[in-house]
């Protein structure tokens, strides 16, 4: 009777974390930040990097890794795929950033762009449809500290961009 309930116990265990194997989160962390010194947007979004390397590899067919050795092919990509997908429109005027670089962290992709010339924002407008070539589940966390005001939502393939007034 004792083992009965142990391999029991055992199956439920194993069955209960089996969930968490099955099930993948698709988000990612944007965030923007106005330093009014510099007249600058300074923006750090972080992807995971499989997420990132399947999108790249699928939307451009070319061998795309995070490797030391294919770094300058990489940024390439990185930066085509970001302007792509990534649109921000300040005082309603598109506005091209400049892809500074990226940094690899425990899995994650940490990509540094910026914005330069800024004087003010008044409005402020993003779209982000980075992964949802592949994910239709991806979200996107973004953070914004502009004008000394802190703002954050989520945006998904369904809602893709926000609108920021701060006039």
Known sequence: MKLFKIIISLFIILSLSSFGVLHKYYVSNTQIDYVKEKKSVQIITRLFIDDF??????RYGAHVTFDDAHV???DVYVERYLGEKLKIHINGKPQPFIFIGKALDMGVAKCY???EDVNEINTFKITNQTLFDLFTEQQHIIKLDINSKQKS?????QNDNAVLNFN
């Not at 390397?53 to 699928?58: F, G, P, T």
């Not at 939502?153 to 393939?157: A, E, I, R, S, Y």
Request: no cysteine; glycine share 0%.
């Open 72 to 74: 300058k092919t990489t």
């Open 113 to 115: 762009l910026e914005i």
């Open 53 to 58: 390397e399947n999108v790249l590899k699928e």
């Open 153 to 157: 939502f989520v945006l998904t393939k």
